[in-house]
């Protein structure tokens, strides 16, 4: 795609040297170091989505009365671009993100914006900061597409002004201790999402109701809290903000257990691929309810050999210990076991292009 074709780019007259990006660069975390650019689109009834703009990333204004910091109309997404082998840069699957994006708009009422332009206002931010893009290994720019309602109006209703904006945060690893297996609270009293609710949309407020919760795991000892189902407390639905799954051992059969989308479930890209790989890699698959009892009882009799969660950020994140009111369970021995481990040197492979793309999953910006 032409840059800036809907995109108008009015970049910093003098870029950030080599030495201080390398600096800057150095033992990358994740989300703290931010590229030099973003790129914005506002929209507007009755006109719809502007032409968009490359500027200097920087702090935005807002109207104190600007609906989303009253109503909280705000959305997000989240995928990253990888340094290829021979030194250029792709992005993994960005048209489903673009898609994703569309059906939290639609869910938060808000406007949906064309999937090119999505994947477009992403490619120009790219290529204008190219040398943001980390080439160390398991480095990446993630990039944060989010839409905002702007209007300053307090009656609530949906707004008839937003601003998308588009930015970039070169980022390691997501856990700092690396693939060391995760501990998990199963939290029964907070829940994530409720039957009609907005669990399958990626807006803040999901995330801000989560963040109790997660306090609470870490005061439990855990790093992660395990979400059930609202109205039972029984079902397994997530982990934080990443997707679950089960390894089953029957015979000489692996399977790969997942809990079914049921409308409150965030539909990870990653579980998605994850789905499509069990297929390459001659596992067996099933969406289905899990329930807590089901766990316990199949780590017991031996038939669950793993879990495993799964996010963009993180990409595949084992988990090694289970803690409730009243117990504990340790899933393999509290280590990495194969299948999550050979499952995410697979999509690994495929992000950084050291195998083919079979599934046409990258998307070359450079
Ligand atoms: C973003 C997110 C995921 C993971 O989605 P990916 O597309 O794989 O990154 C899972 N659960 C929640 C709640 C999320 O917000």
Known sequence: MATGSTIDLRPRPQRIGDAERAKLLEGLGFGRVFTEHMVTIPYREPDGWQRGTLVPYAPITLDPAASVLHYGQAIFEGFKAYRQKDGGIATFRSDANARRFNQSAERLAMPALPVERFVEAADTLIETDHAWVPAGSGESLYLRPLAIATESALGVKPAKEY?????GSPSGQYFPQGVKPVSVWLCTDYVRAAPGGTGAAKCAGNYAASLVAQQKALDAGCQQVVWLDALEHKYVEEMGGMNLFFVYQHGSRTKLVTPKLNGALLAGVTRDSILTLADDLGYDKEERLVSTEEWGRDLENGTLKEVFACGTAAVITPVGQVKFDGGSWAIHGGEPGPVATRLR?????????????????????L
Do not use: C
């Open 345 to 365: 040197e697979t999509l690994l492979d495929i992000q950084y292009g050291r195998v083919p793309d079979k599934h046409g999953w990258m998307h070359r910006v």
């Open 163 to 167: 601003l998308f904006l588009v930015f």
